[in-house]
């Protein structure tokens, strides 16, 4: 007969002392330890694809961190070593599809939660207190303590986002692959991308063949660029699905349409002859707002990648639309609101969007004007906070910053970090939908020069989206995320490696 593997007895551990980010709403520690080792096995309440599924990602996680091969245990067999076990329930305290709970006690580690979505964000917490290093001298196995207790957590903004413009400089599916890993860790659950600029568009439409044929032809400082096609944009949702991420497509009209005219001047209403765009200014072109022709052009696109879209949202961008006059402005938005919605979605557009007749469905997304984001109150939309000068990732960091613009300003680690959003510029929080962290790409190029200016800066946004005011604090802050420098190496990410942090 089998016997159970007596537990390991560690020296004394403190579970609040963990470098998690973002900081969980409650957490107590009782001070043993949870061995992660070869004898460790994983159990679910039930075998559905979603759970088989995070099972996977998490046997995958741990294997990349720890070389420990641990799968599905068969829950006819005994269990001699100690349990993973992962359950859907709808008996927890805290209510809310990411909500979740942990129970780590000496031999068993239960993560609860009522959704798969707040299993996942569950398991991103479990990968982050799973030690980098194994203990070898406790047994004749290695082992990963991991320190017991018991952590309740949820969000405070359903929406925490991360918009990527691929329009000015072009990234691949893998690039964005690899920065959704990162994003996941953190506990993002939207991937905004900017699709369409004047320098750019990158996403198949099928009835509208030219705009990636020749409208991504090329990109700011010229060259060849590329562009998804609608199975290349599939690809990333669900991959982004996977990670319980949502893709929320941009595609910038009136204004930002340069690449689109081009393609098909019948739709360019600024008077000239539009020419590939490869420079970095903005507000030169828009679409003939008054020709029917434009809003079936619109109608197709919109349709397309509805599609193809399983998000709730469809971004029309409207911004800085400066050779748009301000009556066919607002008369374009209200008549895009309506296309939106009959592909039976909710429409996002950037704050200027207020100034129109739109419905309180409609959500603005504030990165410059007050003015307009009270408009958008007073309509009773949502808000999604993106201030210029605390969330623009495509600002510099300081003078050293090899990367990035400057117009709102240097934005340093802690500039990033230490403002609220709860309540921002007098916005009632109940209007706040979330935070998103926006990474403009007229200075990036590839990857490494990306991560650069996303990170560390992401981690933290990610931080003022989940955590509530009185969990955050810039001092203990910034040590969790010096304590990210063996994760980041890990995954290879080319962070900043700013001064205003003592990097692990
Ligand atoms: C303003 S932010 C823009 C973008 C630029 C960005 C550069 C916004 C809605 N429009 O077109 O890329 O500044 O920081």
């Known amino acids: 007969k089998e016997t159970k593997i007596p537990v390991l007895s560690f020296g004394?551990?403190?579970?609040?002392?963990?470098?998690?980010?973002?900081?969980?709403?409650?957490?107590?520690?009782?001070?043993?330890?949870?061995?992660?080792?070869?004898?460790?096995?994983?159990?679910?309440?039930?075998?559905?694809?979603?759970?088989?599924g995070l099972v996977g990602f998490l046997s995958e996680k741990i294997k990349s961190k720890t070389n420990l091969d641990i799968s599905l245990a068969d829950p006819e067999i005994f269990q001699k070593g100690t349990i993973i076990y992962i359950e859907k329930t709808n008996d927890l305290e805290l209510k809310g599809e990411e909500a979740y709970e942990l129970n780590i006690n000496q031999d068993s580690l239960i993560l609860s939660s009522s959704h798969a979505s707040g299993l996942f964000r569950g398991l991103q917490t479990?990968?982050?207190?799973?030690?980098?290093?194994?203990?070898?001298?406790?047994?004749?196995?290695?082992?990963?303590?991991?320190?017991?207790?018991?952590?309740?957590?949820?969000?405070?903004?359903?929406?925490?986002?991360?918009?990527?413009?691929?329009?000015?400089?072009?990234?691949?599916?893998?690039?964005?692959?690899?920065?959704?890993?990162?994003?996941?860790?953190?506990?993002?659950?939207?991937?905004?991308?900017?699709?369409?600029?004047?320098?750019?568009?990158?996403?198949?439409?099928?009835?509208?063949?030219?705009?990636?044929?020749?409208?991504?032809?090329?990109?700011?400082?010229?060259?060849?660029?590329?562009?998804?096609?609608?199975?290349?944009?599939?690809?990333?949702?669900?991959?982004?699905?996977?990670?319980?991420?949502?893709?929320?497509?941009?595609?910038?009209?009136?204004?930002?349409?340069?690449?689109?005219?081009?393609?098909?001047?019948?739709?360019?209403?600024?008077?000239?002859?539009?020419?590939?765009?490869?420079?970095?200014?903005?507000?030169?072109?828009?679409?003939?707002?008054?020709?029917?022709?434009?809003?079936?052009?619109?109608?197709?696109?919109?349709?397309?990648?509805?599609?193809?879209?399983?998000?709730?949202?469809?971004?029309?961008?409207?911004?800085?639309?400066?050779?748009?006059?301000?009556?066919?402005?607002?008369?374009?938005?209200?008549?895009v609101e309506k296309i939106v919605q009959q592909h039976g979605k909710q429409m996002i557009g950037w704050d200027e969007i207020a100034t129109a007749n739109i419905s309180s469905s409609s959500i603005s997304q504030f990165w410059r004007s007050k003015e307009n984001v009270l408009l958008a109150v007073e309509k009773n939309m949502k808000i999604i906070l993106s201030p210029a000068k605390k969330a623009y990732l495509d600002m510099k960091y300081d003078k050293e910053s090899k990367y990035g613009l400057t117009w709102a300003g240097e934005i340093p680690v802690d500039t990033a970090y230490i403002w609220t959003p709860e309540n921002y510029e007098e916005i009632p929080t109940k209007n706040i939908l979330g935070i998103e962290a926006p990474l403009w790409s007229e200075t990036i190029t590839n990857l490494n020069e990306l991560q650069y200016l996303a990170f560390p800066r992401a981690i933290g946004y990610a931080e003022l989206g989940w955590s509530k005011r009185e969990n955050r604090d810039w001092e203990d802050y910034k040590k969790r995320l010096a304590n990210q420098t063996a994760f980041l190496n890990r995954m290879n990410v080319k962070y900043y490696p700013s001064s205003q942090i003592k990097w692990q």
């Open 12 to 52: 004394k551990t403190d579970l609040t002392a963990e470098s998690i980010i973002p900081k969980p709403l409650e957490t107590e520690s009782t001070n043993q330890g949870f061995s992660l080792d070869k004898h460790t096995t994983i159990s679910i309440s039930e075998k559905t694809d979603d759970l088989i």
């Open 126 to 335: 479990v990968r982050q207190i799973i030690p980098e290093k194994s203990n070898d001298t406790i047994t004749t196995y290695k082992t990963w303590p991991i320190p017991t207790g018991k952590i309740k957590d949820k969000p405070q903004f359903e929406y925490r986002g991360f918009m990527l413009d691929v329009s000015r400089h072009f990234f691949s599916v893998e690039d964005v692959k690899k920065h959704i890993d990162l994003l996941a860790y953190y506990k993002y659950n939207y991937l905004h991308l900017h699709l369409s600029d004047d320098q750019g568009w990158r996403i198949e439409i099928k009835s509208w063949p030219l705009l990636t044929k020749v409208g991504g032809s090329t990109e700011v400082g010229g060259g060849s660029s590329g562009f998804y096609t609608q199975e290349d944009y599939v690809d990333i949702v669900n991959y982004a699905a996977k990670h319980h991420i949502t893709i929320i497509p941009e595609i910038d009209m009136p204004g930002h349409t340069n690449a689109a005219s081009v393609s098909y001047p019948k739709l360019n209403g600024n008077g000239k002859t539009p020419e590939l765009y490869t420079g970095t200014r903005v507000g030169m072109s828009t679409l003939d707002t008054r020709k029917d022709e434009v809003y079936t052009f619109i109608d197709d696109v919109v349709k397309e990648i509805s599609a193809i879209t399983p998000g709730p949202y469809f971004h029309i961008g409207g911004d800085e639309s400066h050779v748009t006059k301000k009556v066919d402005y607002n008369y374009f938005v209200e008549k």
